[in-house]
């Protein structure tokens, strides 16, 4: 499976972003999406994953009521609408996919390229 995120970018405290995550190689509808996230010097974390119906979904506390994680799988593009920004919340974010349930752990079995979300104070 090949992930490409994208929808980074530099916005400011408060603001909105959509980050995507196009999926290629296998049956998108058959897998488990997340979305993770790492700041500098700190270790990667686990901001949200959707099943593959999208009719499940589970967020970090960080980022609950302010983060929404959606599916098309006609389009095989996973998404991450992010509203009321922080500045905490500069990272690179990754998409991931895994074959299961969903997980917040990072025992996904295929990452892509990460992309970079800078909010500004």
């Known amino acids: 499976v090949q992930l490409q995120a994208s929808g980074g970018g530099l916005v400011q405290a408060g603001g909105s972003l959509r980050l995507s995550c196009a999926a290629s190689?296998?049956?998108?509808?058959?897998?488990?999406m997340g979305w993770f996230r790492q700041a500098p010097g700190k270790e990667r974390e686990f901001v949200a994953t959707?099943?593959?119906?999208?009719?499940?979904?589970y967020y970090s506390d960080s980022v609950k009521g302010r983060f929404t994680v959606s599916r098309d799988n006609a389009k095989n593009t996973v998404y991450l609408q992010m509203n009321s920004l922080k500045p905490e919340d500069t990272a690179v974010y990754y998409c991931?996919?895994?074959?299961?349930?969903?997980?917040?752990?990072?025992?996904?079995?295929?990452w892509g390229q990460g992309t970079l979300v800078t909010v500004s104070s």
């Open positions: 991931a996919a895994r074959i299961g349930v969903i997980a917040s752990n990072s025992r996904y079995d295929f």
């Open positions: 190689g296998r049956t998108f509808s058959s897998l488990v």
């Open positions: 959707i099943n593959w119906s999208g009719g499940s979904t």
